[in-house]
Nanobody, 120 residues
Framework: VQLQASGGGLVQAGGSLTLSCAAS????????MGWYRQAPGKQRELVAI???????NYADSVKGRFTISRDNAKDTVYLQMNGLKSEDTAVYYC???????????????WGPGTQVTVSS
């Protein structure tokens, strides 16, 4: 699986950004797609994830501000981020997870990360 993310950048506090991540050569019939982030000096944390069945989960810190969605036809996941805060500054990683059709094992595939910087 190759994951290509885009949409990161620099934005002022209160602003918005939309991240997108497209998966290619996916071995999954059904998979979860989502976003994690890692700020300097901190562990990587879940931001939001959408399951193959469409169920969404969000970190408490982003509920009401971020919205995750996916286009299954394009194997693409989006993260609409509104009301950005300085504490949202991090490298955002997309992930595509599921049981492979090839070996029936669980796999997590990570994108290279995209920087989001929120200036106060």
């Amino acid at each position: 699986v190759q994951l290509q993310a885009s949409g990161g950048g620099l934005v002022q506090a209160g602003g918005s950004l939309t991240l997108s991540c497209a998966a290619s050569r996916s071995p999954f019939s059904i998979s979860d797609m989502g976003w994690y982030r890692q700020a300097p000096g901190k562990q990587r944390e879940l931001v939001a994830i959408v399951t193959g069945g469409g169920r969404q989960n969000y970190a408490d810190s982003v509920k009401g501000r971020f919205t995750i969605s996916r286009d299954n036809a394009k194997d693409t996941v989006y993260l609409q981020m509104n009301g950005l805060k300085s504490e949202d500054t991090a490298v955002y990683y997309c992930v595509n997870s599921g049981y492979s059709d090839l070996d029936f094992q669980w796999h997590d595939y990570w994108g290279p990360g995209t920087q989001v910087t929120v200036s106060s």
